[in-house]
């Protein structure tokens, strides 16, 4: 089970740091990713980071988003900054053993059940 927490009300241009806590078993094998569904959008892929730790991120979040993982504690964080309000949404935690296509969320295989931010302008 994936659990996110961290989301918040925070003004445009201040940050904010989420976190995704793994239980029941370890995640230190699996690709580890962020998706986020704004209001009225589609779900989206936001940034992920490989068992290897490779990351990659959407260009939306580039240079603002840093995505990292605590295998010894079976963590990930985004840490967000420089928010914009079109980054309110609420964010996902997911896990998926399968390499590569990383914004692809239908190979992730868990999935947290979300936390919202939300940027006010």
């Known amino acids: 089970q994936l659990q996110a927490s961290g989301g918040g009300l925070v003004q445009a241009g201040g940050s904010l740091r989420l976190s995704c806590a793994a239980s029941?078993?370890?995640?230190?094998?699996?690709?580890m990713a962020w998706f986020r569904q704004g209001p009225g959008k589609e779900r989206e892929f936001v940034a992920a980071?490989?068992?290897?730790?490779?990351?990659y991120y959407a260009d939306s979040v580039k240079g603002r988003f840093t995505i990292s993982r605590d295998n010894a504690k079976n963590m990930v964080y985004l840490q967000m900054n420089s928010l914009k309000s079109e980054d309110t949404a609420v964010y996902y935690c997911?896990?998926?053993?399968?390499?590569?296509?990383?914004?692809?969320?239908?190979?992730?295989?868990?999935w947290g059940q979300g936390t919202l931010v939300t940027v006010s302008s």
């Open positions: 997911a896990a998926k053993l399968q390499p590569n296509s990383y914004a692809n969320e239908r190979l992730y295989n868990y």
């Open positions: 029941g078993r370890t995640f230190s094998s699996h690709d």
């Open positions: 980071v490989t068992w290897s730790r490779s990351t």
